[in-house]
């Protein structure tokens, strides 16, 4: 299981940061993704990161976003700075096998508001 | 960035009938890495079909995937009430990226 947690509002400029523990598996010998949906984009892939810290981001959202990985809390986390309207979504972690996102958390949603 | 082309956006059908959707690729997908969702309101997306053509574990044989290269398609056989959802093809040959979605609705 999945779960994500972190802050549902916050104001524009702010940086955006969000937990996913993972429960029921290990963290290790897997990359493990976030990727968000709003009505404007659909759905986005962020990034990922490996259990070992190895990191890879969206192009469009690299020079923003910093993952990090906590393997004994089973938990990673995402970090986006300069928060804007247009980074409103839901946000959902996925463990990334190959590239399959065959788990999900249920998602939260992340509302930049003044 | 590969761009997918989900079509139709709308897919109107009765329960029992085949549902055939389609995802077009903007350059080919190497080695056919490409994978279907069903996402129902307020859930996440659930994997069906990762590889273009292999279901996921406890996926029903109803669903399947075809194609290579560009063209790709999700093939419901006969619809089901729980069948009803909005789907999304997604590919990872390079980097990630999502199609808009078609929504199959009840006629």
């Known amino acids: 299981q999945l779960q994500e947690s972190g802050p549902g509002l916050m104001k524009p400029s702010e940086t955006l940061s969000l937990t996913c523990t993972v429960s029921?598996?290990?963290?290790?010998?897997?990359?493990w993704s976030w990727i968000r949906q709003s009505a404007g984009k659909g759905l986005e892939w962020i990034g990922r990161?490996?259990?070992?810290?190895?990191?890879n981001y969206n192009p469009s959202l690299r020079n923003r976003v910093i993952m990090s990985v906590d393997t004994s809390k089973g938990q990673f986390s995402l970090k986006l700075s300069s928060s804007t309207a247009a980074d409103t979504a839901v946000y959902f972690c996925?463990?990334?096998?190959?590239?399959?996102?065959?788990?999900w958390g249920q998602g939260t949603l992340v509302t930049v508001s003044s | 960035e590969i761009v997918l082309t989900q079509s139709p956006g709308t897919l109107s059908l009765s329960p029992g009938e085949r549902a055939t959707l389609s995802c077009r690729a903007s350059?080919?997908?190497?080695?056919?890495?490409l994978a279907w969702f069903q996402q129902k309101p307020g859930q996440a997306p659930r994997l069906l079909v990762y590889?273009?053509?292999s279901r996921a574990t406890g996926i029903p044989d109803r669903f399947s995937g075809s194609g290579s290269g560009t063209d790709f398609t999700l093939t419901i056989s006969r619809l089901e009430p729980e069948d009803f959802a909005v789907y999304y093809c997604?590919?990872?040959?390079?980097?990630?990226?999502f199609g808009q979605g078609t929504k199959l609705e009840i006629k």
């Open positions: 996925a463990r990334d096998r190959w590239g399959v996102f065959d788990y």
């Open positions: 029921g598996d290990s963290i290790t010998g897997y990359y």
């Open positions: 990161i490996y259990a070992t810290g190895i990191t």
């Open positions: 350059q080919s997908v190497t080695s056919n890495y």
């Open positions: 590889g273009a053509s």
């Open positions: 997604q590919q990872y040959a390079s980097s990630r990226t």
